[in-house]
Protein backbone atom coordinates (compact mmCIF):
# COMPACT_ATOMS: atom_id res chain seq x y z
CA UNK A 1 0.00 0.00 0.00
CA UNK A 2 3.00 2.58 0.01
CA UNK A 3 2.60 4.56 -3.28
CA UNK A 4 6.46 5.64 -3.11
CA UNK A 5 7.04 2.41 -4.23
CA UNK A 6 5.55 2.18 -7.38
CA UNK A 7 5.54 -0.89 -9.85
CA UNK A 8 3.36 -0.13 -12.85
CA UNK A 9 3.85 2.60 -15.39
CA UNK A 10 1.45 4.73 -14.21
CA UNK A 11 2.46 4.81 -10.93
CA UNK A 12 6.09 5.28 -12.33
CA UNK A 13 5.11 8.30 -13.86
CA UNK A 14 3.10 9.87 -11.18
CA UNK A 15 5.96 9.08 -8.29
CA UNK A 16 8.64 10.64 -10.63
CA UNK A 17 6.39 13.98 -10.88
CA UNK A 18 6.10 13.68 -6.96
CA UNK A 19 9.79 13.44 -6.63
CA UNK A 20 10.78 16.73 -8.72
CA UNK A 21 7.47 18.79 -7.22
CA UNK A 22 8.56 17.39 -3.62
CA UNK A 23 12.32 18.35 -4.75
CA UNK A 24 11.20 22.03 -5.29
CA UNK A 25 8.86 22.28 -2.42
CA UNK A 26 11.64 21.60 -0.38
CA UNK A 27 13.80 24.09 -1.35
CA UNK A 28 11.20 26.48 -1.26
CA UNK A 29 10.29 25.36 2.44
CA UNK A 30 13.74 26.04 3.39
CA UNK A 31 14.23 29.31 2.18
CA UNK A 32 11.09 30.63 2.99
CA UNK A 33 11.83 29.41 6.49
CA UNK A 34 15.55 30.24 6.94
CA UNK A 35 14.40 33.64 5.81
CA UNK A 36 11.75 33.93 8.33
CA UNK A 37 14.32 32.63 11.70
CA UNK A 38 17.01 35.20 10.48
CA UNK A 39 14.71 37.94 9.87
CA UNK A 40 12.99 37.00 13.12
CA UNK A 41 16.75 36.97 15.05
CA UNK A 42 17.98 40.04 13.31
CA UNK A 43 15.39 42.30 14.14
CA UNK A 44 13.94 41.24 17.35
CA UNK A 45 12.50 44.32 19.14
CA UNK A 46 14.79 43.51 22.26
CA UNK A 47 17.98 44.85 19.86
CA UNK A 48 16.34 48.40 19.46
CA UNK A 49 13.13 48.85 21.05
CA UNK A 50 12.67 51.96 19.90
CA UNK A 51 12.71 51.42 16.29
CA UNK A 52 9.97 50.96 14.35
CA UNK A 53 9.84 48.00 12.04
CA UNK A 54 11.01 49.16 8.48
CA UNK A 55 7.92 49.12 6.14
CA UNK A 56 8.10 47.99 2.89
CA UNK A 57 4.57 48.09 1.94
CA UNK A 58 3.98 49.99 -2.27
CA UNK A 59 7.64 48.20 -2.84
CA UNK A 60 6.83 48.05 -6.18
CA UNK A 61 10.59 45.44 -7.18
CA UNK A 62 10.03 43.86 -4.09
CA UNK A 63 6.30 42.75 -4.88
CA UNK A 64 6.49 41.93 -8.33
CA UNK A 65 9.67 39.49 -7.29
CA UNK A 66 7.69 38.11 -4.66
CA UNK A 67 5.02 37.52 -7.23
CA UNK A 68 6.67 36.20 -10.23
CA UNK A 69 8.74 33.79 -8.61
CA UNK A 70 6.09 31.31 -6.98
CA UNK A 71 4.07 32.12 -10.57
CA UNK A 72 7.08 30.85 -12.52
CA UNK A 73 7.67 27.89 -9.96
CA UNK A 74 4.25 26.73 -10.58
CA UNK A 75 4.37 27.29 -14.10
CA UNK A 76 7.54 24.99 -13.98
CA UNK A 77 5.54 22.31 -12.53
CA UNK A 78 2.74 22.51 -14.80
CA UNK A 79 4.62 22.32 -17.95
CA UNK A 80 5.73 18.96 -15.94
CA UNK A 81 2.14 18.11 -14.83
CA UNK A 82 0.05 18.64 -17.74
CA UNK A 83 1.58 16.22 -20.02
CA UNK A 84 1.17 13.45 -17.39
CA UNK A 85 -2.20 14.24 -16.63
CA UNK A 86 -2.90 13.76 -20.84
CA UNK A 87 -0.84 11.05 -20.72
CA UNK A 88 -2.68 9.04 -18.16
CA UNK A 89 -6.24 10.01 -19.71
CA UNK A 90 -5.49 8.53 -23.44
CA UNK A 91 -6.84 4.77 -23.79
CA UNK A 92 -4.49 2.57 -24.90
CA UNK A 93 -4.62 0.29 -27.59
CA UNK A 94 -5.32 -3.47 -27.18
CA UNK A 95 -6.47 -2.66 -23.40
CA UNK A 96 -8.21 -5.60 -21.43
CA UNK A 97 -11.75 -3.59 -20.60
CA UNK A 98 -12.96 -4.38 -17.16
CA UNK A 99 -16.41 -2.75 -15.48
CA UNK A 100 -15.49 -1.78 -11.74
CA UNK A 101 -18.73 -0.83 -9.54
CA UNK A 102 -18.23 0.11 -6.02
CA UNK A 103 -20.59 -0.99 -3.57
CA UNK A 104 -20.97 -0.47 0.00
CA UNK A 105 -18.46 -2.24 0.75
CA UNK A 106 -16.86 -4.46 -2.15
CA UNK A 107 -16.01 -4.02 -5.09
CA UNK A 108 -17.60 -5.91 -8.37
CA UNK A 109 -15.47 -6.62 -11.58
CA UNK A 110 -17.23 -7.30 -14.83
CA UNK A 111 -14.95 -8.44 -17.75
CA UNK A 112 -14.86 -7.32 -21.55
CA UNK A 113 -16.77 -4.15 -20.59
CA UNK A 114 -19.72 -5.54 -18.70
CA UNK A 115 -20.27 -8.27 -21.53
CA UNK A 116 -18.67 -11.73 -19.56
CA UNK A 117 -17.25 -12.99 -16.58
CA UNK A 118 -18.74 -11.11 -13.40
CA UNK A 119 -16.34 -11.39 -9.73
CA UNK A 120 -15.95 -9.59 -6.73
CA UNK A 121 -13.65 -8.29 -4.79
CA UNK A 122 -10.68 -9.62 -6.19
CA UNK A 123 -9.11 -8.33 -9.90
CA UNK A 124 -7.38 -10.25 -12.09
CA UNK A 125 -5.30 -9.31 -15.00
CA UNK A 126 -2.32 -10.31 -16.83
CA UNK A 127 0.86 -9.19 -16.75
CA UNK A 128 2.58 -6.51 -19.55
CA UNK A 129 -0.82 -5.66 -20.98
CA UNK A 130 -2.78 -2.25 -20.50
CA UNK A 131 -6.01 -2.84 -18.37
CA UNK A 132 -8.94 -0.11 -18.73
CA UNK A 133 -10.99 -0.13 -15.88
CA UNK A 134 -14.40 1.67 -16.17
CA UNK A 135 -15.58 2.97 -12.83
CA UNK A 136 -19.02 3.16 -11.74
CA UNK A 137 -21.18 3.28 -8.45
CA UNK A 138 -23.91 1.57 -7.47
CA UNK A 139 -24.69 3.67 -4.58
CA UNK A 140 -22.91 6.55 -2.91
CA UNK A 141 -19.17 7.88 -4.16
CA UNK A 142 -16.16 5.42 -3.89
CA UNK A 143 -12.33 5.80 -5.01
CA UNK A 144 -10.47 2.85 -6.33
CA UNK A 145 -7.05 2.42 -5.78
CA UNK A 146 -4.31 -0.25 -6.29
CA UNK A 147 -1.34 2.30 -4.97
CA UNK A 148 1.80 0.05 -6.88
CA UNK A 149 -0.09 0.30 -10.15
CA UNK A 150 -1.81 3.80 -10.44
CA UNK A 151 -3.33 6.57 -8.61
CA UNK A 152 -6.44 7.22 -7.26
CA UNK A 153 -9.90 7.61 -9.22
CA UNK A 154 -13.41 8.01 -7.62
CA UNK A 155 -16.47 6.06 -8.87
CA UNK A 156 -19.34 8.37 -8.57
CA UNK A 157 -23.18 7.45 -8.78
CA UNK A 158 -24.18 8.03 -12.63
CA UNK A 159 -21.04 8.95 -14.00
CA UNK A 160 -18.31 6.80 -15.50
CA UNK A 161 -14.85 7.36 -14.95
CA UNK A 162 -11.32 5.23 -16.20
CA UNK A 163 -8.34 4.52 -14.97
CA UNK A 164 -5.42 2.49 -16.67
CA UNK A 165 -3.48 0.05 -15.09
CA UNK A 166 -0.80 -2.31 -16.34
CA UNK A 167 1.49 -4.77 -14.06
CA UNK A 168 4.55 -5.29 -15.49
CA UNK A 169 5.28 -8.46 -12.78
CA UNK A 170 2.88 -11.04 -11.27
CA UNK A 171 1.96 -11.06 -8.00
CA UNK A 172 -0.45 -9.78 -5.75
CA UNK A 173 -1.34 -5.73 -5.37
CA UNK A 174 -3.49 -4.58 -2.33
CA UNK A 175 -6.05 -1.74 -2.73
CA UNK A 176 -8.27 0.04 -0.54
CA UNK A 177 -11.05 2.52 -0.88
CA UNK A 178 -9.97 5.84 -0.78
CA UNK A 179 -13.26 8.00 -0.59
CA UNK A 180 -14.94 7.74 2.52
CA UNK A 181 -18.78 6.07 1.93
CA UNK A 182 -19.94 5.26 5.17
CA UNK A 183 -19.46 3.28 8.15
CA UNK A 184 -17.20 0.30 7.01
CA UNK A 185 -15.49 2.48 4.28
CA UNK A 186 -12.21 1.27 6.18
CA UNK A 187 -12.99 -1.93 5.41
CA UNK A 188 -13.68 -1.94 2.09
CA UNK A 189 -10.87 -3.39 0.68
CA UNK A 190 -9.11 -4.87 -2.93
CA UNK A 191 -6.70 -7.04 -4.17
CA UNK A 192 -5.37 -7.39 -7.35
CA UNK A 193 -3.80 -10.42 -8.83
CA UNK A 194 -1.54 -10.40 -11.82
CA UNK A 195 -1.01 -13.13 -14.04
CA UNK A 196 1.00 -14.44 -16.65
CA UNK A 197 -0.37 -14.45 -20.15
CA UNK A 198 -1.49 -17.84 -20.26
CA UNK A 199 -2.08 -18.55 -16.66
CA UNK A 200 -4.47 -15.42 -16.70
CA UNK A 201 -6.18 -17.54 -20.11
CA UNK A 202 -6.57 -20.25 -17.91
CA UNK A 203 -8.26 -18.49 -14.75
CA UNK A 204 -10.66 -16.79 -17.25
CA UNK A 205 -11.33 -20.17 -18.45
CA UNK A 206 -12.01 -21.68 -15.38
CA UNK A 207 -13.73 -18.70 -14.01
CA UNK A 208 -16.24 -18.52 -17.31
CA UNK A 209 -16.90 -22.01 -16.59
CA UNK A 210 -20.77 -23.22 -14.76
CA UNK A 211 -20.57 -24.07 -10.43
CA UNK A 212 -20.01 -27.46 -10.21
CA UNK A 213 -22.75 -30.26 -8.85
CA UNK A 214 -21.47 -31.93 -5.99
CA UNK A 215 -23.80 -34.37 -4.73
CA UNK A 216 -22.00 -33.99 -1.31
CA UNK A 217 -23.48 -30.83 -0.67
CA UNK A 218 -26.62 -31.20 -2.13
CA UNK A 219 -28.80 -29.88 1.17
CA UNK A 220 -26.61 -26.63 1.24
CA UNK A 221 -27.45 -25.89 -2.98
CA UNK A 222 -30.84 -26.65 -1.93
CA UNK A 223 -31.02 -24.68 0.89
CA UNK A 224 -28.87 -21.88 -0.73
CA UNK A 225 -31.45 -21.95 -3.66
CA UNK A 226 -35.03 -22.57 -1.99
CA UNK A 227 -34.50 -21.68 2.00
CA UNK A 228 -36.96 -18.77 3.18
CA UNK A 229 -34.91 -17.57 6.75
CA UNK A 230 -35.70 -14.28 8.71
CA UNK A 231 -38.49 -11.89 7.11
CA UNK A 232 -38.48 -13.70 4.15
CA UNK A 233 -34.64 -13.55 3.30
CA UNK A 234 -33.32 -15.95 0.68
CA UNK A 235 -29.77 -16.27 -0.32
CA UNK A 236 -30.87 -15.96 -4.59
CA UNK A 237 -32.25 -12.69 -3.37
CA UNK A 238 -29.44 -11.04 -3.67
CA UNK A 239 -26.64 -13.88 -4.84
CA UNK A 240 -25.94 -15.50 -8.55
CA UNK A 241 -24.52 -18.65 -9.01
CA UNK A 242 -23.94 -19.66 -12.62
CA UNK A 243 -26.09 -22.22 -13.99
CA UNK A 244 -28.11 -22.45 -11.02
CA UNK A 245 -31.70 -20.44 -10.60
CA UNK A 246 -29.62 -18.25 -8.53
CA UNK A 247 -29.50 -14.76 -10.14
CA UNK A 248 -29.73 -11.80 -7.66
CA UNK A 249 -27.48 -8.79 -8.12
CA UNK A 250 -27.54 -6.75 -5.10
CA UNK A 251 -24.60 -9.11 -3.58
CA UNK A 252 -21.07 -10.51 -4.88
CA UNK A 253 -21.42 -12.96 -7.32
CA UNK A 254 -20.82 -16.61 -5.53
CA UNK A 255 -20.10 -18.47 -8.56
CA UNK A 256 -16.83 -19.72 -7.70
CA UNK A 257 -16.51 -17.86 -4.51
CA UNK A 258 -14.14 -20.93 -3.59
CA UNK A 259 -11.06 -19.63 -5.39
CA UNK A 260 -11.22 -16.66 -3.88
CA UNK A 261 -8.22 -15.71 -0.95
CA UNK A 262 -10.70 -12.98 1.05
CA UNK A 263 -14.59 -12.23 1.33
CA UNK A 264 -16.31 -9.62 2.89
CA UNK A 265 -15.03 -6.60 0.56
CA UNK A 266 -11.30 -8.70 1.10
CA UNK A 267 -12.09 -7.98 4.96
CA UNK A 268 -11.93 -11.67 5.99
CA UNK A 269 -9.40 -14.86 4.89
CA UNK A 270 -11.69 -17.03 3.09
CA UNK A 271 -11.97 -20.44 5.29
CA UNK A 272 -14.36 -22.35 6.71
CA UNK A 273 -14.03 -20.75 10.28
CA UNK A 274 -14.50 -17.57 8.85
CA UNK A 275 -17.17 -18.37 6.65
CA UNK A 276 -19.25 -19.88 9.66
CA UNK A 277 -18.68 -17.08 11.68
CA UNK A 278 -19.89 -14.55 8.87
CA UNK A 279 -23.05 -16.82 8.44
CA UNK A 280 -23.93 -16.32 12.46
CA UNK A 281 -24.23 -12.58 12.07
CA UNK A 282 -23.05 -10.38 9.24
CA UNK A 283 -23.46 -6.83 10.97
CA UNK A 284 -21.89 -8.02 13.67
CA UNK A 285 -18.70 -9.02 11.59
CA UNK A 286 -18.61 -6.12 9.67
CA UNK A 287 -20.16 -2.63 10.79
CA UNK A 288 -23.00 -1.66 8.71
CA UNK A 289 -23.30 -4.69 6.46
CA UNK A 290 -26.03 -4.85 4.16
CA UNK A 291 -26.44 -8.50 4.44
CA UNK A 292 -28.62 -9.41 7.22
CA UNK A 293 -28.77 -11.27 10.15
CA UNK A 294 -30.73 -14.40 8.62
CA UNK A 295 -30.84 -16.50 12.36
CA UNK A 296 -29.52 -19.94 11.16
CA UNK A 297 -29.24 -22.90 12.43
CA UNK A 298 -25.78 -24.36 13.33
CA UNK A 299 -27.30 -27.65 10.68
CA UNK A 300 -27.84 -25.01 8.62
CA UNK A 301 -24.72 -22.99 8.53
CA UNK A 302 -22.72 -25.87 8.27
CA UNK A 303 -24.84 -27.13 4.84
CA UNK A 304 -24.24 -23.69 3.38
CA UNK A 305 -20.58 -22.96 4.66
CA UNK A 306 -20.02 -26.89 2.86
CA UNK A 307 -21.99 -25.59 0.01
CA UNK A 308 -19.94 -22.76 -0.58
CA UNK A 309 -16.78 -23.91 -0.25
CA UNK A 310 -17.07 -26.48 -2.85
CA UNK A 311 -17.80 -23.74 -5.53
CA UNK A 312 -13.80 -23.45 -6.53
Known amino acids: MNYLYPEGPQAIQADRLWDVTFGIAAVVFFLVEGALIFILIKYRRSKNPAAAPKQLHGHTRLELLWT ?17 IFDQAREPEDALQIQVIGHQWWWEYKYDNGEGLVTA ?33 DAVPGRVNHLTIRAPEPG ?41 DEPSVAEGKDLFLTGTFAEGQMCVSCHTVEGTEAAGILGPNLTHVA ?17 RRWLEDPPARKPGALMPDLNLTDDQIDDLVAYLMSLE
Open 172 to 212: EYLGQCAEYCGLSHANMRAKAFAHEPAEFEQWLADQEAPAR
Open 259 to 275: SRTRFAGSMFELNEENL
Open 121 to 153: NELHIPTDRPVLLELRSADVIHSFWIPKLAGKM
Open 68 to 84: AIPALILTGIAFMTVPV
